[in-house]
């Protein structure tokens, strides 16, 4: 009898400890990237480290280190519903090309134009970055300046069409960051750009 | 890089200064709460502020959500992080380099759930973003991924 209640009592105990030792303190879940490009993250705790490298990979975290685990969609959805639906719009980002030498807009980016006005106007506060580019055709001077116009160009289209402007920065990079590597001098037109990022 | 500054004339740094005061307060910010719902704070040098859709956020902000509440930011990297109810999220550190994308972002998760989008940073450098909770270290090598704390 008493052997018995020994036995009882210490598999109690064992019980006890297995699920003090598990105490869960949190979940981590790697969720598919919504352009298919590599996911990977690394866990670590003073127990022990985990690598998640496929989408709902999971860990959950306990005090003797992250137990390897699989979740769902739906328990995502359960657990952090709130939070992804918090989730604000992910950043756009348009180029809009130049005629050689000018701040008039190519035929082809004046209809992008109102692509990028549709992104900025469904955010509650956009904030948006306009920063212009030039070839390597003529001076630093000549293209700081013309850079500077074709984003400012950008930003008075933005504005007269409603834009707030406190929500629009514009740089002018000049001719010091090609997307096209060129020798000074060479007229390029995918150089000839107003990068506008939509925040 | 040559630096133009040194080949313009007197007139022109001043309205470059004058430009780059403008473009400051976009600049200092590291990003800018875009969703709010409920009850969401943020503690900012001891004092605790009603967060707002649009508020700048700076570094050491500490975010705070209430049984209702839930908020999402965009950080300067294009980072999302985004917390639901009951959470504590301190943006402990972030330096960005927009020109190189170099960068550091260090948050911890106190307690309640996290979701996040990595930016460039993370792409930049797999080494450079990281998010605690009071157990774990998480190194982000990209991209999108929950957490939580404290339960």
Same mark, same amino acid.
């Given at each position: 009898?008493?052997?018995?209640?020994?036995?009882?009592?210490?598999?109690?105990?064992?019980?006890?400890?297995?699920?003090?030792?598990?105490?869960?303190?949190?979940?981590?879940?790697?969720?598919?990237?919504?352009?298919?490009?590599?996911?990977?993250?690394?866990?670590?705790?003073?127990?022990?480290?985990?690598?998640?490298?496929?989408?709902?990979?999971?860990?959950? /975290?306990?005090?003797?280190?992250?137990?390897?685990?699989?979740?769902?969609?739906?328990?995502?959805?359960?657990?952090?519903?709130?939070?992804?639906?918090?989730?604000?719009?992910?950043?756009?980002?348009? +180029? /809009?090309?130049?005629?050689?030498? @000018?701040?008039?807009?190519?035929?082809?980016? @004046?209809?992008?134009?109102?692509?990028?006005?549709?992104?900025?106007?469904?955010?509650?506060?956009?904030?948006?970055?306009?920063?212009?580019? +030039?070839? @390597?055709?003529?001076?630093?001077?000549?293209?700081?300046?013309?850079?500077?116009?074709?984003?400012?160009?950008?930003?008075?289209?933005?504005?007269?069409?409603? %834009?707030?402007?406190?929500?629009?920065?514009?740089?002018?990079?000049?001719?010091?960051?090609?997307?096209?590597?060129?020798?000074?001098?060479?007229?390029?037109?995918?150089?000839?750009?107003?990068?506008? /990022?939509?925040? | 890089?040559?630096?133009? %500054?040194?080949?313009?004339?007197?007139?022109?740094?001043?309205?470059?200064?004058?430009?780059?005061?403008?473009?400051?307060?976009?600049?200092?910010?590291?990003?800018?709460?875009?969703?709010?719902?409920?009850?969401?704070?943020?503690?900012?040098?001891?004092?605790?502020?009603?967060?707002?859709?649009?508020?700048?956020?700076?570094?050491?902000?500490?975010?705070? +959500?209430?049984?209702?509440?839930?908020?999402? %930011?965009?950080?300067?990297?294009?980072?999302?992080?985004?917390?639901?109810?009951?959470? %504590?999220?301190?943006?402990?550190?972030?330096?960005?380099?927009?020109? +190189?994308?170099?960068?550091?972002?260090?948050?911890? /998760?106190?307690?309640?759930?996290?979701?996040?989008?990595?930016?460039?940073?993370?792409?930049?450098?797999?080494?450079?973003?990281?998010?605690?909770?009071?157990?774990?270290?998480?190194?982000?090598?990209?991209?999108?991924?929950?957490?939580?704390?404290?339960?």
């Amino acid at each position: 009898m008493n052997r018995r209640w020994h036995a009882i009592a210490s598999l109690l105990l064992a019980a006890l400890l297995a699920a003090c030792a598990s105490k869960p303190q949190g979940t981590v879940v790697l969720l598919p990237d919504s352009d298919g490009r590599d996911t990977a993250l690394q866990v670590r705790q003073a127990g022990g480290e985990l690598l998640l490298d496929k989408p709902y990979a999971a860990a959950q /975290l306990t005090d003797r280190g992250p137990v390897a685990a699989s979740s769902s969609a739906e328990q995502v959805q359960a657990r952090f519903g709130a939070a992804l639906a918090a989730r604000p719009l992910p950043p756009q980002q348009f +180029t /809009l090309y130049f005629v050689e030498g @000018k701040d008039e807009f190519t035929d082809e980016s @004046k209809r992008a134009f109102d692509s990028v006005f549709g992104e900025i106007a469904r955010r509650p506060v956009p904030d948006v970055l306009v920063i212009g580019h +030039t070839d @390597k055709v003529g001076t630093d001077v000549f293209n700081d300046a013309l850079s500077r116009q074709r984003a400012e160009v950008v930003r008075r289209a933005l504005l007269a069409r409603g %834009i707030a402007p406190d929500n629009i920065v514009v740089v002018g990079r000049g001719k010091r960051e090609p997307v096209v590597p060129t020798a000074d001098g060479v007229a390029e037109a995918r150089n000839r750009r107003v990068e506008i /990022l939509v925040r | 890089m040559n630096d133009p %500054i040194c080949r313009l004339r007197p007139t022109r740094i001043a309205g470059l200064a004058l430009a780059v005061a403008l473009a400051l307060p976009a600049v200092a910010d590291i990003g800018q709460v875009k969703t709010r719902k409920g009850q969401v704070s943020v503690e900012r040098k001891g004092q605790l502020l009603p967060a707002e859709v649009g508020m700048a956020l700076e570094a050491s902000d500490t975010l705070k +959500t209430g049984p209702d509440g839930a908020v999402g %930011i965009t950080m300067r990297d294009n980072s999302l992080l985004s917390a639901g109810p009951n959470s %504590i999220l301190s943006l402990e550190r972030f330096e960005f380099d927009a020109a +190189t994308s170099q960068g550091r972002f260090d948050a911890q /998760l106190q307690r309640g759930t996290l979701a996040v989008v990595s930016g460039r940073i993370a792409k930049q450098s797999p080494q450079a973003m990281t998010v605690r909770t009071p157990s774990a270290q998480l190194g982000v090598r990209g991209t999108d991924f929950v957490v939580s704390a404290g339960e």
